[in-house]
């Protein structure tokens, strides 16, 4: 999440937040430490972040977990709560900033 990386040279190992611009995909950063020759990576790749994404975006979905629910009881009990006005707009509030970075990304699309 914070854009830090890392060296993947393991007597290396050197962490950095400090961004050098690269080009090509994935994009090879050579290693700023004196004397190594190793190549610096994501910690938090951006496919790792768009999985935990995809999965808040599906945890914040009450709606669609209703739907998959067969008719009970306990689903019109879950349904008042997820109706209760201030539930409903901070799941929706959530959601909806998850699915704004979801869109944000790139790596969502096929460009045909």
């Known amino acids: 999440y914070s854009g830090e990386v890392r060296c993947e040279d393991s007597s290396c190992g050197l962490r950095s937040r400090y961004q050098l611009h ?3 995909f994935p994009p ?3 290693c700023t430490a004196p004397g190594c ?4 990576r994501p910690v938090y790749s951006q496919e790792q972040l ?8 599906y945890l914040f979905d009450g709606e669609r977990a209703l739907s998959k629910m067969p008719a009970s009881p306990v689903k019109s009990q ?6 209760s ?3 409903q707009r901070a799941a ?3 959601r909806d900033q998850v699915a704004h970075y979801l869109d944000e990304n ?6 045909l």
Not at 37 to 40: H, I, L, N, T
Not at 106 to 111: I, P, Q, T
């Open 106 to 111: 790139r790596s969502n699309f096929v460009d």
């Open 78 to 83: 879950i349904k008042q709560i997820l109706e």
């Open 92 to 94: 929706d509030q959530l």
């Open 50 to 57: 768009r999985n935990q994404l995809q999965y808040l975006q």
């Open 85 to 87: 006005t201030q539930l």
């Open 22 to 24: 690269a080009k090509g």
């Open 28 to 30: 090879r950063i050579q």
């Open 37 to 40: 020759g190793g190549v610096m």
